[in-house]
């Protein structure tokens, strides 16, 4: 697929992305925008912002962050092919969480009035983007019914499943999760301690389950990692 305006080549989206479900007309329309990088570590969004825009991901990885109970928690990861701060765009309503560049970011980015002006013109575009966030609060809301439902290596079992089919990349040594996570980030993201996360990690590790490094996971035995995602609780 070929940037507008001549601009080289563009990555493949994820599949189920938004960007990945519209026709090339209309998408060539919404990345008419302007682009922009983002370095490692970079915040695009921050959560209570007033700002309007909204981004379209091209190219990397991005995690959604925001502050509980004084605490940031880890929401989610978003991939190629995904909206940024679309809720904000559509309802001008402060921004709800903090987006940060995993690693190198490309993104398009529209400003409010273009957005509002995109879905009158493509109503069909609109039930994507508002799909995709019912589809998002499902996700979260999935996740908290888990912390009351289930155990934390099942919880972490399911994090690392839902992740390997956002982000994750066939190596000869299994599925390795393409962005860097802390123990602790997985931790806030399945409302469990980091000390209960760590343990949970070297239990699936020595089972050969998953192998570890530096902030990174490889899902080495995807068959017995999803018996594990669905154990009942004890």
Not at 168 to 184: E, K, P, W
Request: aromatic content about 4%; some cysteine; charged content about 25%.
């Amino acid at each position: 697929m070929t940037r507008p305006g001549g601009r080289g080549v563009l990555p493949p989206f994820a599949p189920g992305s938004f960007l990945a479900q519209l026709s090339p007309s209309v998408l060539e329309e919404l990345l008419a925008g302007r682009q922009r990088t983002f370095a490692p570590g970079e915040r695009l969004l921050r959560e209570g912002g007033t700002d309007t825009h909204m981004f379209l991901l091209l190219r990397g990885f991005v995690k959604i962050t925001a502050v509980m109970d004084g605490v940031e928690t880890l929401l989610a990861i978003r991939v190629p092919g995904d909206s940024l701060g679309e809720v904000a765009a559509m309802s001008g309503r402060p921004r709800i969480a903090t987006v940060t560049a995993c690693g190198r970011v490309l993104t398009v980015v529209r400003t409010q009035a273009a957005v509002k002006a995109f879905i009158r013109a493509h109503p069909e575009a609109a039930a994507l983007m508002t799909a995709a966030v019912g589809e998002r609060l499902h996700w979260a809301n999935r996740r908290r019914a888990d912390f009351f439902t289930y155990s934390v290596e099942v919880r972490l079992a399911r994090v690392l499943l839902d992740l390997s089919r956002t982000c994750g990349r066939s190596t000869d040594a299994g599925v390795l999760i393409d962005v860097q996570l802390t123990q602790a980030e997985l931790a806030s993201m399945i409302g469990a301690g980091e000390a209960t996360v760590q343990k949970a990690i070297r239990n699936l590790r020595e089972r050969g389950l998953i192998s570890t490094g530096y902030r990174r996971i490889t899902i080495v035995d995807m068959a017995e990692l999803h018996k594990v995602s669905e154990e009942p609780d004890d």
